[in-house]
């Protein structure tokens, strides 16, 4: 049985988050996440408060369990969401992409838990002083925007700079990363790729099949110039967007190239033209599961690789 002081501020069995991925993370997913004692997110992405608002209900029409609302910061909906989980009284918000200032006041008086995610030992002091209840330090293994430095460097340092509990995410997909993730001061795990296979995982045939292909050298970054940059599989889309960074064309018509692209990949499948974010960790993502057992599995596993860590010592 892992179980971390995280368990008890979230009333959570496991301490496990499924991230919040754009398009992805829906009621339905997030609601299998909580029923199998993880702490199932919903992804606001670029989406109005109208859609995270139904998901929220469809979330809390299948599970009795806490869950979370991920909000993107840059989407231009970020206010009206952030009003909406107020209203909804949603057990947790984490933010993304972002710096989370002129929402939390709001959040904490609503009695919400807000868990941002830091990229910098900068943000996560700032984070702490505005009364964050935990911080997600996410390395650039993961899928979709990136900060710059990797977990392994992140996680110490983030943790060294705050008493506040410290979630690991960025190149984590087994119980041997989530292990790690606690040897580096972690009392949690959140985990974005290896969801993409859970049953419950509405994406189309196409993106869950591209996962289970992948090998470690499947995703490439792109967007740096624009001061964004984003982990998506190796496609025809993602591939011209990297060359395109390196030509003359402008950052706005980059920027145009992106739009509506993560959508393309999770709804249709679109092979040639759709953006489909993943983490480095792709490359040991196997077999779909139903994402109770993900998590069950996960456990298990970190837990025997703990046991087994004092074979080290002499
Ligand atoms: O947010 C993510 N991952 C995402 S969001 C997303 S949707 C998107 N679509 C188009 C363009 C960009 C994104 C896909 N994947 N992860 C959490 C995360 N947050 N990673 C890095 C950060 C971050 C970066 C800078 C958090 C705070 C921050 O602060 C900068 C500042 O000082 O304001």
């Not at 989406?47 to 299948?62: F, H, N, T, W």
């Not at 289970?212 to 993602?238: C, Y």
Request: glycine share 12%.
């Amino acid at each position: 049985m892992m179980k971390s002081k995280l368990c008890d501020l979230l009333g959570i069995t496991y301490p496990v988050f499924q991230g919040g991925m754009a398009w992805i993370s829906d009621g339905k997913l997030a609601a299998a996440v909580s029923n199998g004692g993880g702490l199932g997110i919903i992804a606001a992405g670029n989406a109005p408060g109208d859609y995270v608002r139904e998901q929220i209900c469809i979330a809390k029409s299948l599970t009795p369990k806490p869950f979370g609302v991920n909000i993107m910061l840059l989407s231009p909906f970020a206010d009206e969401v952030a009003q909406v989980v107020k209203e909804e009284k949603v057990a947790v918000v984490t933010t993304g992409a972002g710096n989370p200032t002129k929402y939390m006041a709001m959040w904490k008086e609503a009695g919400i838990r807000v868990i941002p995610v830091v990229p910098s030992v900068s943000m996560a002091k700032l984070v702490t002083r505005l009364g964050a209840d935990a911080v997600i330090a996410e390395g650039g293994e993961s899928g979709g925007h990136i900060g710059e430095l990797t977990t392994m460097v992140l996680v110490p340092q983030v943790c060294d700079a705050t008493d506040l509990p410290v979630i690991a995410a960025g190149g984590i997909a087994d119980g041997r990363g989530m292990a790690a993730s606690f040897m580096l001061g972690a009392c949690g795990v959140q985990l974005g790729t290896r969801f993409l296979v859970a049953e419950e995982c509405g994406i189309h045939p196409n993106y869950k099949q591209k996962i289970l292909k992948a090998n470690d050298l499947a995703t490439i970054t792109t967007g740096k110039r624009l001061g964004h940059p984003v982990r998506a599989l190796k496609t025809p889309f993602s591939r011209e967007m990297f060359q395109a960074e390196y030509s003359s064309i402008s950052d706005e018509e980059l920027e145009e190239m992106g739009v509506g692209k993560l959508m393309l990949a999770a709804r249709e499948g679109d092979l040639q033209k759709g953006s489909f974010l993943a983490g480095q960790v792709a490359g040991m993502v196997h077999k779909e599961q139903p994402a109770a057992e993900i998590i069950r599995e996960l456990c298990e596993e970190a837990q025997s690789v703990l046991e087994g860590a004092s074979q080290w010592v002499k």
